[in-house]
């Protein structure tokens, strides 16, 4: 009887760490799956904010930004300019 005991112990016990094992190895495969779609999502994101910046760099040229003035808000350079240089006298 007590070997028959200890033998069926033995097998849940080899069981419960069999079920164990195919657990842990199942959350291993979803939290890897999870990790390379965040990585995929990450360079994603990463190419988008290079394309930004140099967007942003094309847009902030000077010829750009003078393009736009006179497109958008009818800015024109004026003719002549004068620059007065005021000097405070004490």
């Known amino acids: ?49 290079s394309r930004l910046q140099i967007q942003k760099s094309t847009l902030i040229t000077q010829a750009n930004v003078e393009s736009i003035a006179r497109k958008r808000l009818d800015m024109i350079l004026p003719d002549h300019v004068q620059i007065v240089t005021l000097i405070d006298h004490e």
């Open 1 to 49: 009887m007590s070997r028959l005991y200890w033998l069926l112990l033995l097998v849940i016990l080899v069981t419960g760490s069999s079920m164990a094992v195919i657990y842990v190895k199942h959350e291993s495969r979803v939290l890897f799956t999870e990790l390379r779609l965040k990585q995929k999502i990450q360079d994603e994101q990463l190419i988008q904010w």
